[in-house]
């Protein structure tokens, strides 16, 4: 029997259960310039998940440039979820991430 791996829109669409939260901030940074930096990078930066997985943080820059009072709602409700269970939003963005990479 083979398991098919969801896609990343798939991931979004129907996130792991505690995880719903984390998924609308990883769609809403898509609105941003991944160059200059979006609040999802601010989270994995604030988590300690870009330092462990990647060696350093992704957003360079002053996050008060993006940071409007909407972001800042999406990322303290996803930072609440991770403080609730930081294991199973690991193994979420884990999950993004590799499917984002496959796509």
């Known amino acids: 029997m083979t398991t098919t791996k969801q896609t990343m829109w798939e991931l979004l669409e129907t996130p792991n259960k505690g995880c719903a939260e984390v998924a609308c901030l990883i769609e809403w940074s898509m609105n941003w310039d991944i160059k200059k930096g979006t609040p999802y ?5 604030l988590i300690g998940y870009s330092a462990e997985n990647y060696g350093e943080t992704l957003f360079k820059g002053n996050p008060g440039l993006i940071l409007g009072y909407l972001e800042i709602d999406y990322l303290a409700d996803a930072l609440k979820e991770y403080a609730t269970n930081p294991q199973a939003v690991s193994d979420y963005i884990d999950l993004v991430s590799e499917a984002d990479a496959n796509e």
């Not at 990078?41 to 930066?45: P, R, T």
């Open 41 to 45: 990078h601010i989270f994995l930066d």
